[in-house]
């Protein structure tokens, strides 16, 4: 499976520490940027090409930022991004089961990095429910575009 990652200035330095640990766990990784801390990027930016970059493909997003609320807001605006916000292991374990999140944004600020791990591993091996209602309510959300 490839992992795409994007950051602005807000989680660089966290997403180039789950960027080693997914290499060490053997995910293909794919890191769209930031390629340096820019204080002045744009999550907009970073969030687009990520999304952009899976389109399609049965990839997983991981995006980070300070609060992780721009990333999420920025990819959801794209057909077929069911991106989750990345703040209890049990909310991210139902975001996969229950919605089949394909994006994770991580709020760089506000959690330590074990946390973090625990959660972006959760988000990378839990399977989707693939329950009837489940299904129902993700093709609704499909058709709302």
Same mark, same amino acid.
């Given at each position: 499976m490839r992992v795409?990652?994007?950051t602005d200035h807000g989680g660089f330095?966290?997403?180039?520490?789950?960027?080693l640990w997914l290499g060490d766990k053997g995910y293909e990784v794919v890191d769209i940027g930031a390629s340096s801390l820019e204080?002045? &990027? !744009?999550?907009?930016?970073? /969030?687009?090409?990520?999304?952009?970059?899976?389109?399609?493909?049965?990839?997983?997003?991981?995006?980070?930022?300070?609060n992780g609320f721009?990333?999420?807001?920025?990819?959801?605006r794209f057909v077929?991004?069911?991106?989750?916000?990345?703040?209890?292991?049990?909310?991210?374990?139902?975001?996969?089961a229950d &919605? !089949?999140?394909?994006?994770? /944004?991580?709020?760089a600020m506000y959690l330590d990095e074990v946390s973090i791990i625990e959660m972006i591993?959760?988000?990378?091996?839990?399977?989707?429910?693939?329950?009837e209602k489940y299904k129902r309510r993700i093709n609704k959300l499909d058709s709302l575009f």
């Open positions: 795409i990652l994007g330095e966290l997403k180039e520490k789950i960027k204080e002045n &990027d !744009d999550f907009v930016d970073y /969030a687009k090409k990520a999304v952009l970059e899976s389109e399609g493909k049965k990839d997983r997003v991981v995006l980070f930022c300070s721009g990333m999420s807001i920025a990819a959801n077929g991004v069911r991106c989750g916000f990345a703040f209890d292991k049990e909310a991210v374990r139902r975001g996969r &919605d !089949d999140i394909n994006c994770l /944004a991580v709020p591993d959760i988000f990378l091996t839990e399977k989707f429910s693939d329950e």
